[in-house]
């Protein structure tokens, strides 16, 4: 069973930075890919993107491309979201994820495994 555990979230300014991160523990994390979520009040989560065991392969939404970058480093068990140019709507609660490979990588529920959220808000 993998645990999850998001970070680095916070109340900021439009056109700040910031860089999540999410620990995994409790599985063989350079076996699965990895996946960024966010959700909005009101909202559905979204797909924000996502990252092969490798790290060779990487999806993002249009919404966030070219803003928001994904990395992931299996030594230290991490996939981080650096989010760059932040606007009010990139507002929401951030998930990571995980699954086996990145097959259907943009859906929610292909994923197995979700940490718990960490808040981003962008005040305009």
């Known amino acids: 069973q993998m645990q999850l555990v998001e970070s680095g979230g916070g109340l900021v300014q439009a056109g700040d930075s910031l860089r999540l991160s999410c620990v995994a523990s409790?599985?063989?994390?350079?076996?699965?890919?990895m996946g960024w979520f966010r959700q909005a009040p009101g909202k559905e989560r979204e797909f924000v993107s996502a990252?092969?065991?490798?790290?060779?392969?990487?999806v993002i939404a249009d919404s966030v491309k070219g803003r928001f970058a994904i990395s992931r480093d299996n030594a230290k068990n991490t996939v981080y979201l650096q989010m760059n140019s932040l606007k009010p709507e990139d507002t929401a609660v951030y998930y990571c994820?995980?699954?086996?490979?990145?097959?259907?990588?943009?859906?929610?529920?292909?994923?197995?495994?979700w940490g718990q959220g960490t808040p981003v808000t962008v005040s305009s």
């Open positions: 409790g599985g063989t994390f350079r076996s699965y890919a």
């Open positions: 994820a995980a699954r086996s490979d990145l097959a259907r990588a943009t859906s929610a529920g292909a994923y197995d495994y």
């Open positions: 990252i092969s065991w490798s790290g060779g392969t990487k």
